[in-house]
């Protein structure tokens, strides 16, 4: 089998449509839209557009879902066993077996919020990061930044199901919550472990985590006011072994990310004044 699998070779079937996050970030008519049509404030479903939001969420989820599955069997594959600890590779099969079946759910909620696969594009943006060479990166990457924004997601999109009154919504978040703080805490654990002896490798790692999770807080889609449709999960965090800092400097990325998304709105609210001033 062929070690390190580009993403343009991922098996996919005609229902899939892909999409670049990069992209839909860096574009300032997706932020524009988003003000206009949804609001950037907490997910509420007593608002008019709580339903398509929660569909599009779920669809995302189930999309990471399933590069998430592929990402960790290709970690448990890629690398010789000079290169990682064969128990890292063990932890990587665990956390595949887990994904497998979050894939299997995320399906049957998808169903049951009304949508279905295909309904949404996908962004490859977390199998790109599993494709890192460097495993540590892969951990980072991957398993710290990534699964820590399936902490958040599933954390709230289980309040989403409590307080909407869907207990199967509210159970199956909550279920697949519980594995997402064990895969971070595989990352932060093994992390700490494969750079004990070398700093400057950790330190390229944790830079490379705080990369990724600025391009996922998404213009202020993650953060901890009631204008971030997601949560920053500070308690499931900490369990995952995130230290109180590390929590505080991804609240300041979340920041960052939404100042910069709030700048290409106004940069393009401008031009289009000039072109219309000049038409």
């Known amino acids: 089998m062929k070690k390190m699998l580009p993403v343009d070779e991922l098996a996919r079937d005609e229902r899939f449509v892909r999409s670049r996050i990069e992209d839909a970030i860096a574009d300032p008519r997706n932020q524009v839209m988003t003000e206009r049509d949804y609001g950037s404030a907490k997910l509420d479903p007593h608002k008019?557009?709580?339903?398509?939001?929660?569909?599009?969420?779920?669809?995302?989820?189930?999309?990471?879902?399933?590069?998430?599955?592929?990402?960790?069997?290709?970690?448990?594959?890629?690398?010789?066993?000079?290169?990682v600890p064969f128990q890292l590779k063990l932890d990587m099969a665990r956390q595949a077996w887990d994904e497998s079946r979050h894939v299997e759910i995320s399906v049957k909620l998808l169903e049951?919020?009304?949508?279905?696969?295909?309904?949404?594009?996908?962004?490859?943006?977390?199998?790109e990061a599993a494709c890192n060479p460097d495993?540590?990166?892969?951990l980072t990457g991957v398993n710290r930044a990534l699964e820590g924004l399936a902490i958040d997601v599933f954390n709230t999109m289980k309040e989403f199901g409590d307080i909407s009154g869907d207990p199967v919504l509210s159970a199956c978040e909550d279920w697949m919550l519980a594995d997402e703080v064990t895969h971070v805490k595989m990352g932060s654990d093994?992390?700490?472990?494969?750079?004990?002896?070398?700093?400057?490798?950790?330190?390229?790692?944790?830079?490379?985590?705080?990369?990724?999770?600025?391009?996922?807080?998404?213009?202020?889609?993650?953060?901890?006011?009631?204008?971030?449709?997601?949560?920053?999960a500070r308690t499931f965090r900490r369990m995952a072994g995130f230290s109180e800092d590390e929590i505080d400097e991804l609240s300041e990325v979340t920041l960052e990310a939404q100042a910069d998304a709030e700048a290409r709105v106004a940069e393009h609210a401008a031009q289009q004044q000039v072109q219309a001033a000049a038409g």
């Open 112 to 127: 049951s919020l009304g949508t279905e696969i295909g309904e949404y594009s996908e962004a490859t943006f977390l199998y």
């Open 190 to 232: 093994w992390l700490r472990r494969l750079t004990e002896d070398d700093l400057e490798r950790r330190e390229r790692a944790l830079e490379f985590q705080r990369t990724v999770d600025k391009i996922f807080s998404l213009g202020g889609f993650r953060g901890e006011t009631d204008d971030n449709p997601v949560q920053l």
């Open 48 to 83: 008019p557009a709580a339903a398509d939001r929660a569909r599009s969420l779920m669809h995302g989820i189930f999309m990471g879902e399933l590069q998430a599955l592929e990402g960790a069997g290709r970690t448990a594959f890629d690398f010789d066993d000079d290169e």
């Open 135 to 138: 495993p540590v990166l892969r």
